[in-house]
């Protein structure tokens, strides 16, 4: 596979409605995608996606994008011979840059589907067979009042999920209103909730009392933590330790987990129940597969986890890596149009009525096993 062209496009895809939750608000979202054209057994073209987020990893849209076109002098011109030479490339990439895990996730992707498209081998050939062939996914709700919650239920009473992810924010008063309605309606669901960092002053038995009072299955990054340091491992560990002696909620981490070294120190830490990979996050699927593995050979808990305005082309990114996983507890995205207001694939990717996807069609579909449609991107560049 002989690379020729790199391109980079930075966009804001428009959100349906805005989406909030406790470190931010989202009417758009800022997104990154690859184009890498490629010749070898046939021309063609292979996309990626990331989604930088400060607020996440401390990566932003134009760190990702200097990365990449710093990059492209090295990757331009240059001939991937095989599977092993593509990993292998990522890694002198990982090795440039160390802190840009999305653009590694974007370059990463990008080789796969052209990989994949140019030799005729599919995606699952080098990851793995896919141990699943359907997928349940959860509702994530967006940090709304109650009464905008009920009108949401109330338009949406068709619909009627297993799994019910609440963003949450600090005031627990508010989040136990949020919760009586949300129980009204899904008396049955699974709920955790998603504090993303605001809990970082909410008293453990307040926690407890939610955790009894509406049957909480997990919470995720409670409060927020930098660089994994000595001081974050510990408190992570103590939060963790106070949680399970009263309770049994488990502790997700998303923020806390941006490439497999954190996965490590935490589950070395005895820090984390749940890992929450998210594939633009973690650094790409091979990431998100070797995390999987690391914490899977510990006995921790996974989750495919997805950044509000994913695209199809990330979603089915996410959806082969939870196939070939097998075993996450949960799995969240593939909104595809339902939250965009025009998705980058003519066919998006989502589930249906009953939050399931089927995912069978990876055993033979080559690359990300969808199209995009490069005038709409051109249509929302920045």
């Given at each position: ?60 849209l134009a760190s990702s994008t ?132 605001a809990w970082q002053s909410v ?180």
């Open positions: 596979m002989f690379v020729k062209r790199v391109s980079i496009f930075q966009v804001n895809l428009p959100l349906r409605a805005s989406f909030k939750h406790a470190l931010i608000e989202r009417k758009g979202s800022q997104s990154l995608f690859l184009r890498i054209d490629v010749s070898g057994e046939s021309d063609c073209v292979g996309w990626g996606e990331a989604l930088p987020r400060d607020y996440v990893s401390g990566e932003t200097a990365a990449l076109l710093a990059w492209r002098p090295q990757l331009e011109g240059q001939a991937l011979d095989s599977f092993d030479a593509l990993r292998a490339h990522c890694a002198s990439f990982e090795r440039a840059f160390p802190r840009e895990r999305c653009a590694l996730a974007a370059l990463e992707l990008a080789l796969l589907d052209a990989w994949s498209r140019s030799t005729g081998d599919t995606i699952c050939k080098f990851t793995g067979q896919l141990k699943k062939q359907n997928l349940q996914y959860s509702a994530v709700i967006s940090d709304e009042s109650p009464q905008q919650l009920e009108r949401l239920f109330s338009l949406q009473a068709q619909l009627r999920p297993k799994d019910i992810k609440l963003k949450v924010g600090k005031d627990i008063a508010r989040v136990k209103e949020q919760l009586a309605a949300t129980r009204r309606f899904y008396p049955d669901a699974t709920i955790r909730l998603d504090a993303n960092g008293a453990m038995r307040d926690v407890i009392d939610v955790i009894h009072q509406f049957s909480i299955d997990a919470i995720e990054q409670p409060f927020l933590t930098g660089a994994v340091s000595a001081q974050d491992l510990a408190a992570l560990t103590t939060y963790r330790q106070q949680l399970h002696r009263d309770s049994q909620c488990l502790l997700v981490l998303d923020e806390s987990i941006c490439s497999v070294a954190d996965a490590k120190a935490l589950i070395d830490a005895e820090a984390v129940d749940i890992i929450n990979i998210k594939i633009s996050k973690i650094g790409g699927l091979l990431a998100a597969l070797e995390t999987h593995r690391i914490a899977s050979e510990a006995g921790i808990i996974c989750q495919l986890g997805a950044n509000v305005g994913e695209s199809s082309l990330i979603t089915n990114a996410g959806q082969i890596f939870a196939a070939c996983a097998g075993d996450l507890i949960y799995h969240e995205g593939a909104f595809g149009s339902l939250l965009l207001a025009e998705d980058v694939c003519s066919t998006p990717t989502m589930f249906d009525s009953n939050f399931s996807v089927n995912v069978e069609h990876f055993e033979h579909s080559l690359g990300w096993g969808i199209p995009v449609n490069q005038m709409v991107l051109e249509r929302f560049s920045r």
